[in-house]
C-alpha cells in the first residue's frame, strides 16, 4: 500500500505540488509527478512572461515602437534573418494579419524594412534595419541582466546548469 501524497501549494507559484513522495512509489508516478512539477512551472514561467512589468521595465526608454507586442517581431526577425509576414507568423504565434500590423509599426519606427522577395517579387520580405538591430542588441542585454539579477541568490553552479537543462530541453523536450 503506498503513502498518501502530501500536497502544498508554493506561495510563490500558485502551484499545488506534491512535498513528499513515498519510497514505495513506482519510478514512473515519480516521473510524472516530475513532469507535472516542470509543466507547471512553465505555466506560471508563460502567464508571467506576458505580463507588461516585465516588458515595460526592458522596454523603458526604447520608442514608442518597441513594447510587448512589437518585440516578438523583433527578436524573431533577428533570430532567423529576413522572411515574409506569412513565415514569421509561426515564428511569434501570430497570423500574417498580426505580424503585418506589428511590422508597420516597426517600419514607421525605422526598425524594420520591407524588401522585395527575390524568390518571389508579389511578396515582401521584412528586414531588420541597423537601429532595429541595435534595439534587439539593447533589449537582449537588458533580458539577460534582468535574468541573471534574478538568479545571483542561486548557489555557484546552479544557474549554469539550469541554462544548460533549458537549453536541452528546449532542443529535444516537447516544444522543440
Not at 515564428?91 to 524594420?112: K, N, P
Not at 538591430?133 to 539577460?144: D, I, K, P, Q, T
Request: glycine share 8%; proline share 6%.
Amino acid at each position: 500500500m503506498r503513502a498518501p501524497r502530501t500536497l502544498r501549494r508554493d506561495c510563490s507559484t500558485g502551484c499545488v505540488r506534491s512535498a513528499r513522495y513515498s519510497s514505495g512509489m513506482e519510478s514512473s508516478h515519480t516521473e510524472n509527478a516530475v513532469g507535472q512539477e516542470i509543466a507547471d512551472a512553465l505555466g506560471v514561467l508563460l502567464r508571467r512572461t506576458t505580463r507588461t512589468r516585465l516588458h515595460q521595465k526592458l522596454t523603458e526608454g526604447m520608442g514608442e515602437a518597441v513594447d510587448e507586442l512589437t518585440y516578438p517581431v523583433l527578436s524573431a526577425l533577428a533570430r532567423i534573418g529576413p522572411c515574409s509576414a506569412a513565415e514569421l507568423a509561426p515564428e511569434v504565434g501570430l497570423d500574417r494579419s498580426g505580424v503585418t500590423r506589428r511590422a508597420s509599426r516597426l517600419q514607421d519606427a525605422g526598425l524594420v524594412r520591407r524588401e522585395p522577395d527575390p524568390a518571389d517579387q508579389r511578396a515582401q520580405l521584412l528586414v531588420l534595419t541597423e537601429p532595429g538591430l541595435r534595439a534587439v542588441a539593447e533589449l537582449r542585454e537588458r533580458l539577460a541582466a534582468h535574468i541573471m539579477a534574478s538568479l545571483s541568490a542561486w548557489p555557484p553552479g546552479e544557474a549554469e546548469a539550469f541554462a544548460r537543462g533549458l537549453h536541452r530541453f528546449t532542443q529535444e523536450g516537447p516544444f522543440a
